[in-house]
C-alpha cells in the first residue's frame, strides 16, 4: 500500500485534496474504505474535515456496498 511521507494512504490523499474522481479506482484496486491514518482518521473523516463534500458523498456510498 503506497503512503506519503507522514503516512496517509493514497485513498486519504484522495479524500482531502477534493480529487474524487481518483476515489473509485482506488477502491477498486484495492484501498480499503476503514484503514486510519498515522492520526486514527478514516478516509472519510479527512474528507469531512476538509470539506470535500463530493468526496464525502462518494466514500459514504462506498462504503454502504
Request: aromatic fraction near 6%.
Amino acid at each position: 500500500r503506497v503512503r506519503d511521507d507522514l503516512g496517509a494512504p493514497a485513498l486519504h490523499l484522495a479524500a482531502g485534496k477534493g480529487l474524487p474522481a481518483c476515489i473509485p479506482p482506488l477502491v477498486n484496486a484495492g484501498a480499503l474504505l476503514d484503514v486510519q491514518d498515522f492520526w486514527g482518521y478514516s478516509p472519510y473523516e479527512i474528507a469531512l474535515l476538509h470539506q470535500q463534500t463530493q468526496s464525502q458523498k462518494i466514500l459514504a456510498k462506498l462504503m454502504k456496498r
